[in-house]
C-alpha cells in the first residue's frame, strides 16, 4: 500500500535511509539522520510536496519525496525527486511504484520538472530514472567527498 507520509513514520523512514547514510555515497549525508530531524523535515516536504511511503504487512519499506529545488520563487515549480527502498527489497518494483505515483502527485499539484540528483557512477539509479522519461542534463566531477574519495554527480531531469 502506497500513501502519504505521517510524523509517525519518521522511525522506519530513519531505519532505511541512514542505512544508506552509513553504507553508500547514494547520498551526501555522513551522520545518521536523528528522528527529530526526520520528523521535522517530513512536515518540512509535506507542507507543500508528497511525501510517500510503501507499507506492506503494516512495515514501511520505501518512500520518495519531492523536495523544492533553489530558494529563487521562479523555481517553485521545478522539484527535486528522493526514493528510497529497504536494502535487499530494490528489485521487486517498489521504487517504480512509489515513483509512478510521486510523479503522478506531481502533475497534479502543477508542478512542470523534476530533477533527479546521482552520484556517479550508478548505473541501478540511471536506469530507474531513465526507464520514466529522465534523460540526463549535466554533470560535475569529484564535488562531494565521502569515505576517503571524490564523487562525481549527474543531473537528470524530467519534464511533466
Known amino acids: 500500500m502506497i500513501r502519504n507520509s505521517l510524523v509517525s513514520d519518521a ?3 530513519c531505519d532505511i535511509y541512514n542505512y544508506y547514510v552509513l553504507n553508500t555515497t547514494t547520498t551526501f549525508e ?3 539522520v536523528s528522528l527529530v530531524a526526520m520528523q521535522n ?3 518540512d516536504v509535506t507542507e507543500s510536496l508528497p511525501w510517500l511511503v510503501f507499507v506492506e504487512d503494516e512495515k514501511l519499506i520505501g518512500f520518495a519525496y519531492a523536495g523544492s529545488w533553489g530558494s529563487r520563487s521562479a523555481y517553485r515549480f521545478t522539484v527535486e525527486s528522493t526514493v528510497y527502498v529497504t536494502p535487499n527489497l530494490g528489485s521487486r518494483g517498489i521504487g517504480t511504484q ?3 505515483d510521486l ?3 506531481l502533475r497534479k499539484r502543477s508542478r512542470h520538472s523534476v530533477i533527479a540528483v546521482i552520484s556517479l557512477p550508478n548505473p541501478a539509479s540511471i536506469e530507474f530514472h531513465e526507464k520514466f522519461g529522465f534523460q540526463r ?8 567527498r565521502k569515505f576517503d574519495q571524490w564523487i562525481d554527480v549527474g543531473y537528470w531531469q524530467l519534464v511533466l
Open 30 to 32: 555522513e551522520h545518521p
Open 41 to 43: 523535515r517530513i512536515l
Open 103 to 105: 510523479l503522478s502527485e
Open 11 to 13: 522511525q522506519e523512514i
Open 98 to 100: 512509489l515513483y509512478n
Open 137 to 144: 542534463v549535466g554533470s560535475f566531477q569529484e564535488i562531494g
